[in-house]
């Protein structure tokens, strides 16, 4: 009998270099990408993902059997009533449906719930993470992520650093070697992230800029150079 195999995207704990990585002991990493449709929340000390609309999260995507599925059932309350979280597949940027634990019928309190508006969370103390200042804040955001969408629809021109080197940033002496495949959640546009950035430099960068939060590629930058696991290699022209 062949054992059935599922696509598993984590966003917290469970990622590599957190306390509860250990629950995913066998399973595959394939690589990271955006998850649409879902924003997050801070729950504790840790991160709790719920549908939102034109929001996406940054996720690892493993490849897991039942038996690790059943271990992360156990430890995210999806296997119980009530359920804590529920575990759901959804479509994902670059590895089509995957399994994700959320929380379902989340309501956000303006001004008290802290969430983490770029999707990455690496760490409660390391990622950016403000008040949601409501509804007609947010519309905002919507307002303009449509806009974007529709330019990218139109064809229209690249500007800044967008245009100077794509969605990312990668320097000249790290053009080839181990990269990491990210995809931008407005555009659909697949970017490499370089696997050997130095953390360390990019988490004293965030710091200085604060209240001005990082990009989501810098920080994507910094999530997979924590990273042990052999990646392909890749040529970036």
Known sequence: MVEQTHKLAVYGTLKRGFHNHNYLHGAVLLGSTWVPHFGMVKEHNYPAAFRFPERSIFCEVYQINDAIL???????GADAEPKHYSRDLVKSQ???EVF???????????YKDMWFPDGIWIGDHLSYKVPWLGWADEIKHIQKMFEL??????GAPKTGAAAASGSIYIPADRKTGRQERVVDPVTGEVSYVPFETNKSTALTHYKKEEPKPPTNYEK??????EGKDKLPEVEVA
């Open 70 to 76: 059943e271990r992360c059932d156990r430890l995210e």
């Open 94 to 96: 670059g590895f089509g």
């Open 100 to 110: 994700i634990y959320h929380q379902t019928n989340k309501v956000l309190t303006p």
């Open 149 to 154: 969408r529709k330019a990218a629809e139109a």
């Open 220 to 225: 994507a930058r910094a999530i997979v150079a």
